[in-house]
């Protein structure tokens, strides 16, 4: 059993819809611990600002977890489910610290609850005088973060307090392998544990605990190595320690099925050792020897050297001057020896030759990144750079997915079509076009199939449960293209953005390729359309009801008829200069006129969010070929566009949402003005220098506001967020990139 924590309502934000939801997605999930993450396309991790790992996934960034650790969320009962088919209805709680935080640390960061503290991967040091270790998640320290350089995925965490450390952390480019460097002063003996789990089952589902009861078999010490190594084995069975005790290569002959091996260890022979139970929350033999974090409160570790079953291991190392460095290398691998191998052969090339690959790595990275010449200011230049960065470590190496966060809690570990689209924008811009390739070989593939299948939530909306999937696409997916968190029959939105998304990469593909791309991309896009067309009731000259963008009920708003607007024009764009298909072109263009007249007739009433859905505004702007320069019907949009930006801006909001997107809408709007390019820079200089997280420059996906402090909530680094920063700094300077990405517009009706 989890242990009791009050989780307290959060009061109402009336003014924003996303914030309340988002708050509520942390309620159901847990919060993000973390304020940076790293990856190489393979293994991700995340790091919290006090320099603890709070998850670790591999062999992709959808799955597996192999470390135990979750934070605090609320269990909903069949009237809390009830009452998510109404987002107003349902109460977010807030599963963070706030001004009863035990230190400012916490306070200023909000540092999630945690039903088990002991839970995690971290550092621990011996004051002397000092009759017990202190860990990095006690509330005693005071953090401070940056990156090696400009262009680096190196993380360097300060932490003062009993005493000082300076933890510096990366992902090797090539290799599985974390690297953490631990500077220490003023402490006797550093310790470090980790409750390791690792698994070969995926976390998945909108509603699924985060704490899976099979995560994890066993771990052993190699004494030869001084290596500990947990594992999962594909077929699970136990061994005593033999004669001699363990070492990887003879873990391979016990196992040879393979599963998941994680070896860490030091880079010198540790002082001691412990494997022992992980008793947070677990069932555990009276008789089983002390976890690491427990059986290190004596300042000593025991030395036990396996343990089958949930486990929490440690080891130390004795500082004889008070002062020293520790590095811990955390390696993971199908087998015993390939995860042992990578650490040996760290030990054996140094931290220094290590982190001049990885600096040169990124570096290329950051070289190669497009930033308009015209921005001077370095910390918007900052900013916009590390959102790049970022987003490429969110792209999964072996399928070209691109995940929405490398975070677990909230699930945002997937591949939404919506969002990604937006990042195939931005990795273009950047100069990354090889990347949109791969992403766009993934969707490709995705696309749904079949021509009748049943929808669950079609029912609980009292509505013909049987739809024709074929054509659409799902609103998220994990990175081996199945199915990810959401239970939506598809999102219209996602498959219209989907569409247009690969339409407008075609500009970038070389000429010697077009050809080849053009008739992949043209399947896809020709099912697409036909779907579509499916929710175009030409009759009533208005979208039938569809699931947008995580609602829980079908509507029809301009969120879904501007994205379906873009994709049907695209379509016909594609079917004329690429196919010479001119009748379906045609059909495509006379329900994008019908569509497009309904919409600006609805400009012409009362505006109001009903009418434009959650993001409906925006695409009204960009890529939605609806409003062209000079056209009174953008007036209300603008109007509201940027009351909105002006009141977040100037902190008259208690918390706020996705404040980069409504700058990039501005910024492309047909009839932006001087006055308008001055608040879209007030607003780059508001998130640059007060939004955004101190020292490395990421968001969360909503950001709350406590005194004249912004927390940034749900997801961190939110891979969103980040490239719509960059991209308005793009579109502020450049506009015309975008201009020629916007489909033609459709003929008058």
Same mark, same amino acid.
């Given at each position: 059993m989890q242990r009791r924590i009050e989780l307290k309502p959060i009061p109402p934000v009336p003014e924003d819809p996303l914030l309340q939801a988002n708050l509520l997605s942390e309620t159901i999930s847990g919060g993000t611990n973390a304020i940076a993450a790293l990856s190489n396309g393979r293994l991700s991790v995340s790091i919290s600002p006090w320099a603890e790992v709070t998850h670790l996934r591999w062999p992709s960034l959808s799955f597996c977890d192999h470390l135990r650790y979750f934070t605090a969320y609320k269990v909903f009962g069949l009237m809390d489910l009830v009452s998510l088919l109404n987002e107003q209805a349902a109460r977010p709680y807030d599963v963070r610290w706030g001004e009863e935080a035990p230190s400012e640390d916490w306070k200023l960061y909000g540092r999630p609850l945690e039903p088990y503290p002991e839970l995690g991967s971290r550092a621990g040091l011996l004051i002397p005088k000092a009759d017990k270790p202190v860990w990095l998640n006690d509330p005693v320290w005071t953090s401070q973060r940056h990156y090696a350089s400009e262009d680096s995925a190196i993380l360097i965490t300060n932490l003062s307090g009993p005493a000082s450390l300076e933890v510096t952390d990366w992902v090797d480019p090539e290799w599985d392998l974390l690297i953490r460097v631990h500077r220490?002063?003023?402490?006797?003996?550093?310790?470090?544990?980790?409750?390791? &789990?690792?698994?070969? #089952?995926?976390?998945?589902?909108?509603? +699924?605990?985060?704490?899976?009861?099979?995560?994890?078999?066993?771990?052993?010490?190699?004494?030869?190595?001084g290596l500990i190594i947990h594992f999962c084995p594909r077929r699970r069975r136990w061994m005593p320690i033999p004669e001699g005790g363990w070492t990887p290569e003879r873990l391979d002959g016990f196992y040879p099925e393979g599963g998941v091996f994680l070896a860490w260890g030091f880079d010198s022979m540790p002082s001691s050792f412990q494997v022992g139970a992980d008793r947070a929350g677990r069932k555990v033999p009276q008789s089983a020897p002390l976890g690491g974090r427990l059986d290190a409160e004596d300042g000593l570790l025991q030395g036990n050297q396996a343990f089958c079953g949930p486990v929490d291991s440690a080891l130390s190392l004795d500082l004889p001057e008070l002062r020293g460095t520790v590095t811990v290398f955390i390696a993971?691998?199908?087998?015993?020896?390939?995860? &042992?191998?990578?650490? #040996?052969?760290?030990?054996?090339?140094? +931290?220094?030759?290590?982190?001049r690959k990885a600096e040169q790595a990124w570096e290329k990275v950051g070289q190669r990144t497009f930033i308009p010449p015209a921005e001077k200011d370095k910390a918007i230049l900052r900013v916009a750079k590390r959102s790049v960065i970022s987003l490429i470590m969110g792209q999964d190496e072996s399928s070209g997915a691109v995940v929405a966060s490398l975070s677990r809690q909230p699930p945002y570990h997937f591949d939404f079509p919506r969002d990604s689209a937006f990042f195939d924008v931005g990795l273009d811009a950047a100069g990354f076009p090889e990347r949109v390739d791969r992403h766009a070989d993934f969707l490709m593939k995705v696309q749904m199939k079949g021509k009748i299948a049943f929808g669950?939530?079609?029912?609980?909306?009292?509505?013909?449960?049987?739809?024709?999937?074929?054509?659409?696409?799902?609103?998220?997916?994990?990175?081996d293209g199945s199915p990810g968190s959401m239970p939506h029959p598809f999102e219209i939105d996602s498959t219209g953005l989907t569409l247009w998304n690969l339409w407008r990469h075609e500009a970038f593909i070389p000429e010697e390729r077009k050809e080849s791309y053009r008739r992949k991309a043209w399947e896809v896009i020709e099912k697409g359309a036909e779907a579509l067309m499916d929710y175009v009731d030409r009759r009533a000259g208005w979208?039938?009801?569809?699931?947008?963008?995580?609602?829980?009920?079908?509507?029809?708003?301009?969120?879904?008829?501007?994205?379906?607007?873009?994709a049907l024009m695209a379509a016909a764009d594609a079917a004329?200069?690429?196919?010479?298909?001119?009748?379906?072109?045609?059909?495509?263009?006379?329900?994008?006129?019908?569509?497009?007249?309904s919409m600006l007739k609805k400009l012409e009433g009362k505006v109001t969010r009903e009418i434009l859905g959650w993001r409906g505004l925006h695409w009204a702007f960009w890529p939605a070929p609806l409003l062209k320069p000079g056209d009174p019907h953008s007036q209300p949009l603008l109007e509201i566009l940027v009351r909105e930006i002006t009141e977040k801006v100037e902190g008259k909001r208690r918390g706020f949402s996705y404040l980069a997107e409504q700058l990039f809408s501005l910024a492309l709007a047909p009839d932006r003005t001087p006055e308008h390019e001055a608040l879209i820079r007030k607003g780059l200089e508001f998130l640059a220098y007060k939004v955004a997280t101190p020292g490395t420059g990421h968001f969360?996906?909503?950001?709350?506001?406590?005194?004249?402090?912004?927390?940034?909530?749900?997801?961190?680094?939110?891979?969103?967020?980040g490239i719509l920063f960059y991209l308005t700094l793009v579109a502020l300077h450049q506009p015309e990139i975008f201009h020629r990405q916007r489909p033609p517009y459709p003929p008058e009706a």
């Open positions: 220490v002063e003023g402490a006797s003996r550093f310790f470090y544990h980790a409750t390791f &789990a690792p698994s070969l #089952r995926p976390i998945k589902g909108l509603f +699924i605990s985060p704490d899976p009861k099979d995560a994890g078999f066993a771990a052993v010490y190699c004494p030869a190595d993971l691998g199908s087998t015993a020896t390939e995860a &042992a191998n990578l650490v #040996r052969r760290a030990r054996e090339i140094g +931290i220094e030759a290590l982190a669950w939530m079609w029912l609980v909306n009292l509505r013909w449960p049987f739809y024709r999937p074929e054509g659409h696409f799902k609103a998220n997916y994990s990175t979208l039938r009801p569809a699931f947008e963008d995580d609602s829980s009920r079908p509507s029809a708003t301009f969120h879904g008829a501007s994205s379906t607007l873009t004329r200069r690429w196919v010479g298909e001119d009748g379906k072109a045609e059909r495509w263009e006379e329900a994008a006129s019908v569509l497009r007249k969360g996906e909503i950001m709350l506001k406590r005194g004249e402090l912004y927390q940034n909530r749900t997801a961190i680094p939110h891979l969103w967020n």
